[in-house]
Every structure is written in structure tokens, then in C-alpha cells.
């Protein structure tokens, strides 16, 4: 079993940042890819970015150039830092781990709202 927990989901201006942290607990080891995911009211959950245990990114075309994947080893912990955030960014954030089994994990979300 693997448990995640994400934080830093919050209230920002447009055209402002975030940091997202996701850290992973339990069989963490089996873990070879992480990523993060949004939903926003009324939508379907979709793919922001995912990054490998060997370090490979991957982004959605939305974010590409604005949101950036990155992984401490040592800390078990995935961030999604988001920058020039736009309105339509609003969602509900989720972290999820893909691990050998196969399994996949979520996180219970965090909310990113993006308003004056």
C-alpha cells in the first residue's frame, strides 16, 4: 500500500504562483511513476504532468513552459510548481503514484483557486 498526501493548494491572482507537494508513505519504493492531475467543476479529471523514478517529464500542452514537475528522492515528495496561473487553472488537484503490481494510488486532492 502506498498513502499520499499533497498540500499547498490555496487561493492566488491571477498571473500568480504556487507550489503543490505531494509525499508518498508506505511501500514508496515501488513506486515508478508520479504525476499530478486536476479536476475542475463539471469536467473530467485530466493530466497536468507525471515525472518517473528515472527523472522523465511529461506535461500537458496547457501547462508546458508555466508548470514544472520536480521529485526529492530523499524526501519522497513530488512538486508541481505552477507559475503565470490563469483562472481556468482552478481545480481540484491530485496527486497519483503508479506502482509495480500494478497499483495506482491518489491523494486526496487539493484545491487551487485562481481569482481576483
Known amino acids: 500500500q502506498v498513502q499520499l498526501v499533497e498540500s499547498g493548494g490555496g487561493l492566488v491572482q491571477p498571473g500568480g504562483s504556487l507550489r503543490l507537494s505531494c509525499t508518498a508513505s508506505?511501500?514508496?519504493?515501488?513506486?515508478?511513476?508520479m504525476g499530478w492531475y486536476r479536476q475542475a467543476p463539471g469536467k473530467q479529471r485530466e493530466l497536468v504532468a507525471t515525472?518517473?523514478?528515472?527523472?522523465?517529464?511529461n506535461y500537458a500542452d496547457s501547462v508546458k513552459g508555466r508548470f514544472t514537475i520536480s521529485r526529492d528522492g530523499a524526501k519522497n515528495t513530488v512538486y508541481l510548481q505552477m507559475n503565470s496561473l490563469k483562472p481556468e487553472a482552478k481545480a481540484v488537484y491530485y496527486c497519483?503514484?503508479?506502482?509495480?503490481?500494478?497499483?495506482?494510488?491518489w491523494g486526496q486532492g487539493t484545491q487551487v483557486t485562481v481569482s481576483t
Open positions: 497519483k503514484a503508479d506502482s509495480v503490481g500494478p497499483s495506482t494510488y
Open positions: 515525472i518517473t523514478s528515472g527523472g522523465s517529464t
Open positions: 508506505g511501500r514508496f519504493f515501488s513506486i515508478y511513476v
